[in-house]
């Protein structure tokens, strides 16, 4: 496969964005362009790729025949395909493909579907289920949705980014998975702060504790990633805790949406807005712990 054929731009700079351009240029793709709010942001990494730092969105479509959005929100995400905005991508929609890989409502993902449809590009959601290195080692977990056609054009990229590929089905429905991953991670977390939280306050080995629960019921991807965190009060941002309410905030909706009550989720939800509420939303999701652990006022009181 010719990857020389893709001229790949990118809009959203964020350490998930930014280690996906580096792999891509190291699997030998065209990186063209890179745009971010931030201007330093793209400064920085054009000149590290040797690409054009552009100042608008619709910049990066211009020169690029592929464009991967990793943006913040479903507002961020309607701003760059905007239809009254010109620095917007669908610009220059005609004949691209824009594979949109944030965690978004999945109306968004749909409503722009039809946008850059109508301009003559296509879309294809590529929904993250994986954290910094693995965007940086090219072993994300994709969850795919948009049409098959695009899916087609996009799968020689994604075998360069993603270890694990699957596609969903139409545009909105990889959404639709992506939030109940995350729905559910939240929990698990919520859940792996309150065991921890209270085997702290009953003067358990905490190390001990989670050795067990890692040969138990209690077991979790979550205990993995999170525990000795949580334990040591580590709380460097891979997924931050504003990401998380985002998201448990989108699948809250699609519930709903649905008619369903899901008390856990919306307990979950409601911690994490806390710590946003507290300022330390940029904080990762395993300082929920600052919320459960005994004595462990700053969360709280900051």
Known sequence: MDNTKYQIGLVGLGRMGANMARRLKDEGFVVTAVYDLDSSKSKTLSAELGCEAAVTAAGVAQVSNTVLTVVTDDASMQKVFSTSDPESLLLYAKDRLFINCATLSPAIHVEIEALVNAQGGETLEACMASSIPQAR????????????????????????????????????????????????????????????????????????????????????????????????RDHDCYFSAEHAAKDSGIALQLAEDAGLNLPLAKSTYAQYCALVDLGKGAWDKSAIAELTFPGRGEAQSS
């Open 137 to 232: 080692e090219g072993t994300l977990y994709l969850m795919c949705g948009g049409k098959k056609t695009a899916f087609d054009r996009a799968f020689p990229l994604l075998k360069s980014v993603g270890k694990t590929i699957r596609y969903v089905g139409g545009a909105g429905e990889a959404a639709k998975v992506k939030a109940l991953v995350n729905m559910v991670m939240n929990m698990n977390t919520a859940a792996l702060a309150e065991g921890l939280g209270l085997g702290a306050a009953l003067g358990l080995d905490l190390s001990m504790l989670r050795e067990v629960f890692s040969q138990t019921g209690a077991a979790s991807r979550v205990l993995e990633t999170d525990g000795v965190d949580m334990q040591e």
